[in-house]
């Protein structure tokens, strides 16, 4: 993607006041004629250039974007009689258009971050290319130009990463929830097998297996919505505590045995305690286990050892096969 760096053809800088002032009316002037053709240019870039322009209508491509220019109209035609901070202030105070589109980008769905802010730097480089056919921009001009529509990218930027936020919150609330349900009818059927005194042993066995797997999913769902606690800036309760690595350890073999079969050997000291989360621990194995299984040979053995070095613990998958490149 080829992005051009403009630089003005900068005139009439050490002109007197009167000068300036027709040559900014000037530039005002030729900004409103030219504002329709500004849009449909800055359209056909668009759609060539933006991924997510392809094939949207023309309203929702250029969205709010032609009251930046009307923005600007106004602000270059008050460049005589304000300074560039003063124009900023005033426009920024009156609307903000910049948070207005970054709202609709993010709702319409397929824009990335990186395709609103390469937006902006179009409409930026065609209002320059556009003005500088008939007129030569002053060193201020350019830098209102570029002043206002670095704000409002800011602006919608930042409006967009807030939306997006709230929409991974709502999808993990929500996720969290749907799984809930169906986890909760299985955990009772489960539980009903062990409890069934008719039940034959190794069938009470698999549903307390299956009983294990859901108090674990249960867990993971509980870590979805701390990770949305945690986006939200709230605080997270407490979940160390004492354990015993080695038993942790048998739990995880237990049920990669049940999946994969008996291919895992544990060599750890059960006296061995530690304080840390228990719960992500075993998911930590459960991973290192699942990985020595994928990428390791199809029938070779796999040990899992848990030692100490000093007062750490450490521990240690190891696998048979070619090595990773």
Known sequence: MARTLLRPKLGLRGKKLDERKKLTARASEVLAKKSKLIMQRF??????????????TSLTLQDSLPKHLSQLVAALASADRLTIEEIAKRTVAKENIGKEHGKDRSSSGGYSMGELIFEYQILRQTVVLTL??????????????????????????????KIQKTKSEE??????????????AAKLSAEMIV?????????RRNAQRILDGIKRMDSMVKDLLDAGRLE?????????????????????????TTIHGPRFTI?????????????????????????????GD??????LSITTEGAQVRTTVHNL?????
């Open 43 to 56: 359209e056909e870039r668009a759609r060539r250039e933006v991924s997510s322009a392809f094939g949207t």
């Open 132 to 161: 500088q056919e008939e007129i030569s921009l002053t060193s201020t001009e350019y830098e209102i130009i570029t002043d206002l529509l670095e704000q409002a990218v800011n602006d919608a930027a930042v409006e967009f990463s």
């Open 171 to 184: 999808f993990t609330a929500t996720l969290s929830h749907d799984l809930r349900t169906p986890m909760a």
């Open 195 to 203: 409890r069934d005194t008719n039940s034959g042993e190794a069938a």
């Open 232 to 256: 939200a800036g709230m605080p997270l309760p407490e979940k160390i505590c004492e354990c015993r690595p080695a038993a942790i350890a048998e739990e995880a073999v237990e049920l990669m």
């Open 267 to 295: 060599i750890a000291d059960k006296k061995i305690q530690a304080r840390w989360n228990a719960d992500l621990y075993r998911r930590a194995l459960e991973n290192l286990l699942s990985n020595a299984v994928k990428y």
């Open 298 to 303: 199809a029938t070779g053995q796999i040990t």
């Open 321 to 325: 096969g070619n090595p990773i490149p």
